[in-house]
C-alpha cells in the first residue's frame, strides 16, 4: 500500500469558527477515496485544504500538515499554482471557460505555463478528452464554445481540462449533484477507469455512490473523521454506531 497524499492532523476555520478538526488522513495510490457526511460537516473545507485553496477564501486559515508524495505542500517554497496542478480539483457545477472553445478549455493549463506549440497542445487535448470519455462526442466541433456542451458533457469537459496538466491527484467535489441520472453513471464509470493512472478523492452525499465507486470510504462528522477504512467494511460492518446510523438513514 503506497500512501501518495495525507493529512496529518489538519485544522481549518473560517475566521473563529472552526471547520475541520485535527484530521489525520492517508489515500493510495491508484485508489479512490469517498468522503461522505452530512451537509456542513467539512467535507468540502477538508479537500480545498489539500490543494490550498482554502486559504483563497478571506478570513480563512489552517494548520496541520499535508503530504504530497511525503513532500509537504504547505512548504515556504511551495507555489500553490503550481501545486494544483499535482492535485487537479473539479467542483460541484461544471465551470468551463465561457469565453473558450472546447480545445481552449482543456489546454488553457498549459497555454497559461507558456506552451504555444500547436501540434502538442492538439496531442494533449485529445488524449485528455479520451480519458475523459469526451472525445468521440466533441472531436468534430473543438471550435465550438465550451459552454455549448449539455451539463454532463461540461463536467467532463472540465475533468479532461484537470486531466490535461497531468495531476498526480485529481479531486472531486459533489461531480454529479447537479446532473441527470445517465450523465451520472458516465462520469462514476469513467471515475473507475481514471483510478488507472490517477488518485481519487470524491466527495459525495450519495451513499450508494460512494458503496458503487469508492475503494476506501471516510465519514466524517461536525468537522471530524470518525471513521474511515475499506469501502466494503463501512458499508457493512462500521465500527461505530455513528457511522452505522448516518449509513443506514437514521439521522443526517
Known amino acids: 500500500m503506497i500512501i501518495e497524499l495525507e493529512s496529518r492532523e489538519l485544522n481549518a476555520w473560517f475566521g473563529d469558527s472552526p471547520a475541520v478538526k485535527n484530521i489525520s488522513l492517508g489515500f493510495e495510490k491508484h485508489s479512490v477515496t469517498a468522503i461522505i457526511g452530512p451537509s456542513g460537516c467539512g467535507k468540502s473545507t477538508y479537500i480545498r485544504c489539500l490543494n490550498r485553496l482554502h486559504e483563497e477564501v478571506p478570513g480563512a486559515r489552517s494548520s496541520g500538515s499535508v503530504l504530497l508524495q511525503g513532500r509537504e505542500v504547505y512548504g515556504r517554497n511551495v507555489d500553490p499554482v503550481a501545486l494544483r496542478r499535482e492535485i487537479g480539483m473539479v467542483?460541484?457545477?461544471?465551470?468551463p471557460f465561457p469565453a473558450l472553445s472546447i480545445f481552449e478549455n482543456v489546454v488553457v493549463g498549459l497555454t497559461l505555463a507558456g506552451i504555444r506549440r500547436r501540434s502538442l497542445l492538439k496531442e494533449?487535448?485529445?488524449?485528455?478528452l479520451r480519458l475523459a470519455a469526451l472525445w468521440e462526442e466533441v472531436k468534430d466541433k473543438l471550435d465550438h464554445p465550451g459552454m455549448s456542451l449539455s451539463g454532463g458533457q461540461q463536467q467532463r469537459l472540465c475533468i479532461a481540462r484537470a486531466l490535461a496538466v497531468e495531476p498526480?491527484?485529481?479531486?472531486m467535489d459533489e461531480p454529479t449533484s447537479a446532473l441527470d441520472p445517465i450523465s451520472t453513471a458516465k462520469i462514476e464509470e469513467l471515475v473507475s477507469e481514471l483510478k488507472r493512472t490517477v488518485t481519487i478523492v470524491i466527495v459525495t452525499?450519495?451513499?450508494?455512490?460512494?458503496?458503487?465507486?469508492?475503494?476506501r470510504t471516510a465519514f466524517f462528522l461536525l468537522g471530524e473523521v470518525i471513521e474511515s477504512g475499506a469501502t466494503s467494511q463501512i458499508f457493512t460492518n462500521p465500527r461505530e454506531e455513528r457511522t452505522e446510523r448516518y449509513i443506514t438513514g437514521r439521522f443526517g
Not at 498526480?168 to 479531486?171: A, G, H, P, R, Y
Open 124 to 128: 494533449v487535448a485529445e488524449k485528455s
Open 205 to 215: 452525499h450519495n451513499m450508494q455512490q460512494a458503496a458503487r465507486i469508492s475503494d
Open 91 to 95: 467542483f460541484q457545477k461544471p465551470n
Open 168 to 171: 498526480k491527484i485529481l479531486l
